[in-house]
């Protein structure tokens, strides 16, 4: 990849606890994964921006003047989305030739497209000589999701990819979109993701319906609290004010407010190297997800209820939006083939289908070379 002059990547992600809560101002605790996107960049004196792709044979080009016109493109609508709200933020697009190269599975809840979205800003920052600016990087990424590709995601995804480090959580506080950065402590035990191989679309999911449901929680509740977002609601209350909620938003909101109850004693748990209170927690949240959120399906509560039934595994939940993708599992190391293997042969009974396990470490966010 010589002939280019940056290879800038930014990572996928897997998020431990703190599921739907970051569009409701919750703290979250995802973290950077080995799986990425990298893109290879170098300037081409137009002003167009030439994509190719290491695993597909087209070959699109953007116009840089015209970039609101590619939201229907099968390919290029996350680098084009990613490239105009860039633009719109006041930065200078330059031309370039961009190959692009992504590990992270797609539909696989480990965010692919922030992955593509923040990596692509961040080689068009490098090739206009900015220095990186990793929140607002997150943030311009966060409205290509959300204006470009119409899903009206939270900032966690586009955060965790840009802002992630090697061997650390974050406690990413979506309401000041500041983040604490803890070890990444397992001591005996490991992270196992296992993807359910049920794609995801989010465009098509509940994913919007379950924003209008919390967010008609909030406008009920803020009659009696004097609360700006639902992370603010504590459990107590929550016990006394829930009754002004009915039906699935009540289920919606309470989900949401003990969702962050349990982050809270997650970063604790994590904090203390107390892994099997953190898998409680786990277990906790995917049951919550499952019943009150209503946000995993037959698929991931296959892929969980094995998991959490092996003797090696601590906890197991589905991770990001849901309605197919992965779960992450807690599990000793020691029992991590065994375990592997009575989940895969577990939920092909069940479900018919394979499972996939991936290897991925925790990693860096966005990374910047010099080729
Ligand atoms: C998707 C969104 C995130 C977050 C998760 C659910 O991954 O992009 O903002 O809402 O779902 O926690």
Same mark, same amino acid.
């Given at each position: 990849?010589?002939?280019?002059?940056?290879?800038?990547?930014?990572?996928?992600?897997?998020?431990?606890?703190?599921?739907?809560?970051?569009?409701?101002?919750?703290?979250?605790?995802?973290?950077?994964?080995?799986?990425?996107?990298?893109?290879?960049?170098?300037?081409?004196?137009?002003?167009?921006?030439?994509?190719?792709?290491?695993?597909?044979?087209?070959?699109?080009?953007?116009?840089?003047?015209?970039?609101?016109?590619?939201?229907?493109?099968?390919?290029?609508?996350?680098?084009?989305?990613?490239?105009?709200?860039?633009?719109?933020?006041?930065?200078?697009?330059?031309?370039?030739?961009?190959?692009?190269?992504?590990?992270?599975?797609?539909?696989?809840?480990?965010?692919?497209?922030?992955?593509?979205?923040?990596?692509?800003?961040?080689?068009?920052?490098?090739?206009?000589?900015?220095?990186?600016?990793?929140?607002?990087?997150?943030?311009?990424?966060?409205?290509?999701?959300?204006?470009?590709?119409?899903?009206?995601?939270?900032?966690?995804?586009?955060?965790?990819?840009?802002?992630?480090?090697?061997?650390?959580?974050?406690?990413?506080?979506?309401?000041?979109?500041?983040?604490?950065?803890?070890?990444?402590?397992?001591?005996?035990?490991?992270?196992?993701?296992?993807?359910?191989?049920?794609?995801?679309?989010?465009?098509?999911?509940? =994913?919007?319906?379950?924003?209008?449901?919390? $967010?008609? %929680?909030?406008? *009920?509740?803020? /009659?009696? !609290?004097?609360?700006?977002?639902?992370?603010?609601?504590?459990?107590?209350?929550?016990?006394?004010?829930?009754?002004?909620?009915?039906?699935?938003?009540?289920?919606?909101?309470?989900?949401?407010?003990?969702?962050?109850?349990?982050?809270?004693?997650?970063?604790?748990?994590?904090?203390?190297?107390?892994?099997?209170?953190?898998?409680?927690?786990?277990?906790?949240?995917?049951?919550?997800?499952?019943?009150?959120?209503?946000?995993?399906?037959?698929?991931?509560?296959?892929?969980?209820?094995?998991?959490?039934?092996?003797?090696?595994?601590?906890?197991?939940?589905?991770?990001?939006?849901?309605?197919?993708?992965?779960?992450?599992?807690?599990?000793?190391?020691?029992?991590?083939?065994?375990?592997?293997?009575?989940?895969?042969?577990?939920?092909?009974?069940?479900?018919? =289908?394979?499972?996939?396990?991936?290897?991925? $470490?925790? %990693?860096?966010? *966005?990374?910047? /070379?010099? !080729?």
């Amino acid at each position: 990849m010589t002939e280019y002059t940056y290879k800038v990547t930014a990572a996928g992600r897997i998020n431990i606890i703190g599921e739907h809560i970051d569009y409701c101002g919750g703290k979250v605790m995802p973290a950077a994964l080995s799986l990425k996107n990298t893109v290879y960049v170098r300037p081409n004196g137009t002003n167009k921006i030439n994509l190719s792709w290491t695993t597909l044979e087209d070959r699109v080009t953007l116009d840089i003047d015209k970039l609101e016109s590619y939201r229907n493109l099968k390919y290029g609508n996350y680098q084009a989305g990613a490239a105009l709200m860039w633009q719109k933020a006041g930065h200078n697009v330059i031309g370039c030739d961009m190959l692009q190269d992504c590990t992270v599975p797609f539909g696989s809840g480990l965010s692919s497209s922030a992955a593509i979205e923040v990596s692509t800003i961040a080689a068009l920052a490098t090739l206009a000589g900015e220095q990186i600016n990793h929140v607002e990087i997150a943030l311009a990424a966060q409205k290509a999701e959300r204006e470009y590709a119409g899903v009206n995601c939270g900032i966690m995804d586009q955060y965790a990819s840009a802002c992630g480090k090697q061997d650390f959580v974050m406690l990413l506080d979506c309401n000041s979109v500041t983040c604490e950065y803890l070890p990444l402590r397992l001591g005996d035990y490991a992270l196992v993701i296992i993807n359910c191989n049920k794609p995801h679309n989010l465009v098509d999911s509940k =994913y919007n319906e379950r924003r209008e449901e919390v $967010e008609q %929680a909030l406008r *009920i509740l803020q /009659t009696a !609290l004097p609360v700006s977002c639902l992370a603010e609601v504590t459990e107590q209350q929550f016990e006394k004010y829930g009754s002004l909620l009915h039906g699935k938003v009540y289920d919606r909101c309470k989900h949401v407010v003990e969702e962050c109850a349990r982050v809270n004693k997650a970063a604790i748990a994590m904090k203390n190297g107390d892994i099997k209170t953190l898998g409680t927690l786990l277990n906790a949240s995917h049951k919550s997800l499952k019943e009150l959120y209503e946000v995993t399906g037959k698929e991931l509560d296959a892929l969980a209820a094995a998991a959490q039934s092996h003797p090696a595994c601590v906890g197991s939940r589905m991770t990001g939006a849901g309605f197919g993708g992965c779960t992450v599992s807690l599990v000793r190391k020691d029992g991590v083939e065994q375990f592997k293997q009575a989940v895969a042969k577990e939920y092909k009974q069940k479900i018919g =289908y394979d499972c996939k396990m991936y290897d991925a $470490e925790i %990693a860096d966010g *966005i990374t910047v /070379t010099k !080729l």
